[in-house]
C-alpha cells in the first residue's frame, strides 16, 4: 500500500490536483542513493494511478540544490563491496527500475522546480521533465566524465534533443556547467527568476495548467514528445493513446458546451 508517511529520502503531498514531491536529503544536496530511488519509483506509479493528480511538481529541498545526482559515497562503498552493477545506460536491473529519466509510460505533465546545482542524475530528471521553472542561482551539468562514469540516465540523449548537438557535445565532453542564464539562452527551461519568485512563478504555471482540460493537456503533451523524431505525415497519422481517451472523453463535449453557454468548463478528467 502506498504509504509517503513511511518514506525518508523523498516528501509527497497533494493539494487539490497538484502533487508536490521533493528530494529530501538537504545535508547531502539530496543526492539520490538506492533508498531514494525505491521511493520515486511508489511515487511515479502513484501519480499516475491517482485519478485527482492532474499535474506534479518536482524540487529539492533547501536553497542549495535541486539535486547533484547519483551519491558517489554510497556507490563507492558499493564498488568496493562489488555490490553495484557496472554502469550502463537506463536504469534496468537496479533499485527503483524504472526511473523517471527511462520510464515513458507517464501520461502527467512534470515541473520541474530548480535551485541551486542540477548535476549528474539530478540535471537528467529535470531533462525528463515537462516544464522547468529555474531560479537565477541555478546549475546545469553532467560532470560524470570527470569522475570515470557517463551520464547513463539519458543525459547523453535528451540534451542533443533539447538544444544544438555541439553544444550540447561540448558540455558532455568537459562537465561545463550551463548557468540559468545560458540554460534560458538555449531553450532548456521555460523561465528564470529571482529565488524569492521561484514558487509564484510555479503557481502561475499550474495555474494555466489547470485552467485547461487534463486529459487535453496529456494529449498535448504526449504528441510533442512522442512525434519529435517523425516525419511530419508520419506524426499527423500516428497513434497516440492519450488523445484517443481525450477524444471520447467527457471533457471533449465540455468545452465547446461551456463555450456556447458563455461559463467556465466543469472538467472532470475522465
Not at 529571482?194 to 493537456?217: K, N, Y
Request: glycine share 8%; proline share 6%.
Amino acid at each position: 500500500m502506498f504509504d509517503p508517511n513511511s518514506f525518508t529520502r523523498v516528501r509527497y503531498e497533494v493539494d487539490g490536483h497538484v502533487a508536490r514531491v521533493t528530494l529530501n536529503r538537504p545535508d547531502v544536496l539530496n543526492a539520490m542513493d538506492i533508498r531514494m530511488h525505491e521511493e520515486l519509483l511508489e511515487i511515479w506509479n502513484e501519480i499516475e494511478r491517482d485519478g485527482e493528480v492532474w499535474v506534479a511538481v518536482v524540487a529539492g529541498a533547501g536553497d542549495r540544490a535541486f539535486s547533484v545526482g547519483q551519491d558517489l559515497k554510497e556507490l563507492a562503498r558499493r564498488n568496493a563491496d562489488k555490490e553495484s552493477p557496472i554502469s550502463t545506460f537506463g536504469s534496468v536491473g537496479k533499485p527503483g527500475a524504472p526511473r523517471l529519466t527511462d520510464r515513458f509510460d507517464l501520461t502527467k505533465p512534470l515541473i520541474a522546480q530548480v535551485r541551486g546545482y542540477a548535476l549528474g542524475g539530478g540535471f537528467e530528471l529535470v531533462l525528463a521533465c515537462d516544464l522547468v521553472i529555474a531560479a537565477n542561482d541555478a546549475q546545469f551539468a553532467l560532470p560524470e566524465v570527470k569522475l570515470g562514469l557517463i551520464a547513463g540516465a539519458g543525459g547523453l540523449f535528451r540534451l542533443p534533443r533539447q538544444i544544438p548537438p555541439r553544444i550540447a557535445l561540448g558540455y558532455a565532453l568537459t562537465g561545463r556547467i550551463i548557468s540559468a542564464a545560458q540554460a534560458a539562452a538555449w531553450g532548456l527551461v521555460n523561465e528564470v527568476v529571482v529565488p524569492e519568485s521561484l514558487e509564484e512563478c510555479t503557481q502561475a504555471w499550474l495555474a494555466d495548467i489547470l485552467a485547461a482540460a487534463p486529459l487535453a493537456v496529456r494529449a498535448a503533451r504526449q504528441a510533442v514528445w512522442r512525434s519529435l523524431d517523425k516525419p511530419l505525415p508520419e506524426a499527423f497519422v500516428a497513434e497516440y493513446s492519450c488523445e484517443q481517451r481525450r477524444s471520447n472523453s467527457a471533457d471533449a463535449v465540455e468545452g465547446p458546451a461551456a463555450f456556447a453557454a458563455k461559463r467556465p468548463p466543469r472538467w472532470q478528467g475522465r
